[in-house]
Nanobody, 126 residues
Framework: QVQLVESGGGLVQPGGSLRLSCTAS????????ITWFRQAPGKEREAVLC????????YYSHSVKERFTISRNNGENTVYLQMNNLKPEDAATYYC???????????????????WGQGTPVTVSS
């Protein structure tokens, strides 16, 4: 069964850090692009950051540059989203998604991702 499971969300004060994890089962993360999306209440889902099969990263949200990074541990079949200097506007439910194409490039289009995790909520508040 192909599945993604996110973890690591929670409540953090402004300026704090969180590391989100996205662990796959039923397939190897190493061979597909993985993108983190987020959706805040009342807002559309947006792509944040992607890691390609060649470990290149693509930022779709300019507001997170210099603060968020993405990485992958193939041995653990897990992709991580390190979030530093969190701001209230980063609060959202974060989802990881696996691209439909084997060895395909990153894309910010959510309809190209057939496999999604259940989401992990991030709250940034003092």
């Amino acid at each position: 069964q192909v599945q993604l499971v996110e973890s690591g969300g929670g409540l953090v004060q402004p300026g704090g850090s969180l590391r989100l994890s996205c662990t796959a089962s039923g397939f190897k993360l190493a061979f597909v692009a993985i993108t983190w999306f987020r959706q805040a209440p009342g807002k559309e889902r947006e792509a944040v950051l992607c890691i390609s099969p060649t470990d290149g990263d693509t930022y779709y949200s300019h507001s997170v540059k210099e603060r968020f990074t993405i990485s992958r541990n193939n041995g653990e079949n897990t992709v991580y989203l390190q979030m530093n200097n969190l701001k209230p506007e980063d609060a959202a439910t974060y989802y990881c998604a696996a691209h439909r194409e084997y060895l395909g490039d990153c894309s910010g289009q959510s309809n190209e991702y057939p496999t999604w995790g259940q989401g992990t909520p991030v709250t940034v508040s003092s």
